[in-house]
């Protein structure tokens, strides 16, 4: 009598993958991220590869798109990118037709990338640093949304995910553009949202609050202290002793805050910002 070799629960070997594929919540999606070289963009490209999607990287700098793009492929995942400035239109438009020619579509859009600028009072910022914060983030946000919008609709499918931040919804100083800009990506997402709810497509955002472990959030961490004439570790005390947790949220913990509003878990969900911050704002 032959011997069969079975897996757990009795399956044969051969049926595992295909359970497997079906456990993961982003299987045969494309993922367009952006900001994914570092920080909360890469822990997102990594965990929606993880989860089966196909992700198209996309950050100024090249050379950690290709280390990010790198460690998604020699993990089993399906990973491409392209350097791009997103501010310039154009280059929007390549982002968008490279991960097309390379994945055939685009599923779900995550607009991530970010600058938060001068850490400077209104009176002293500069219009030019100004235009380029809400380029960075709103503008971009647009210019990406508008672009795979029709196809989205078309197919009756697709999620978009703002990430916005606390600063839109909580007063800090010295960081205008930014929270102008973060609060401009909460209302696109409103109006995505419902233009967009019966044609099959979901928008969202969240609203991350310090990530410490981030470049940018290191950087600002700094610049605050020194202003404020206290040691970096004191700074950052004092700004995590107002959270609920007093803790510092972590670029997976929003990786899995994205995955949840981008996969089938959040059907019912579109137009809603979703804070992740420790607790801190309330609405």
Request: a neutral charge; charged letters at 20%; glycine letters at 10%.
């Amino acid at each position: 009598m032959a011997h069969l070799d079975f897996g757990p629960a009795g399956l044969p070997p051969s049926a595992l993958p295909s359970i497997l594929d079906s456990l993961m919540e982003l299987q045969d999606r494309v993922a367009l991220i952006t900001g994914s070289g570092r920080g909360i963009g890469r822990a997102i490209a990594q965990l929606f590869a993880k989860e089966g999607a196909a992700v198209f990287l996309t950050a100024r700098t090249e050379k950690e798109l290709s280390a990010a793009a790198g460690e998604i492929s020699s993990g089993g995942g399906r990973a491409a990118y392209a350097a791009a400035d997103l501010t310039m239109e154009a280059e929007c438009a390549h982002v968008v037709a490279t991960c097309r020619e390379k994945f055939g579509k685009v599923d779900i859009l995550v607009n991530n990338a970010g600058h938060y600028g001068p850490v400077v009072p209104v009176e002293d910022y500069p219009l030019a640093e100004f235009d380029k914060v809400i380029a960075i983030h709103l503008r971009a946000a647009f210019l990406l949304s508008k672009l795979v919008l029709p196809e989205m609709y078309a197919k009756k499918s697709g999620v978009i995910l703002n990430i916005s931040s606390l600063s839109a919804k909580t007063a800090y100083a010295w960081g205008s553009a930014y929270a102008a800009a973060k609060a401009g990506m909460l209302g696109l997402t409103r109006v995505m949202a419902a233009e967009g709810a019966r044609q099959g497509v979901r928008v969202n955002a969240i609203c991350p609050g310090p990530v410490t472990e981030t470049q940018m959030s290191k950087e600002l961490g700094a610049v605050l202290a020194k202003r404020m004439g206290v040691s970096a570790e004191e700074q950052l005390a004092g700004f995590l002793n107002g959270l609920l947790q007093g803790r510092a949220q972590t670029a997976d913990e929003i990786a899995r805050a994205a995955l949840f509003l981008c996969s089938e878990q959040s059907s019912a969900m579109t137009g809603q910002s979703i804070n992740v911050d420790g607790g801190v704002a309330f609405y």
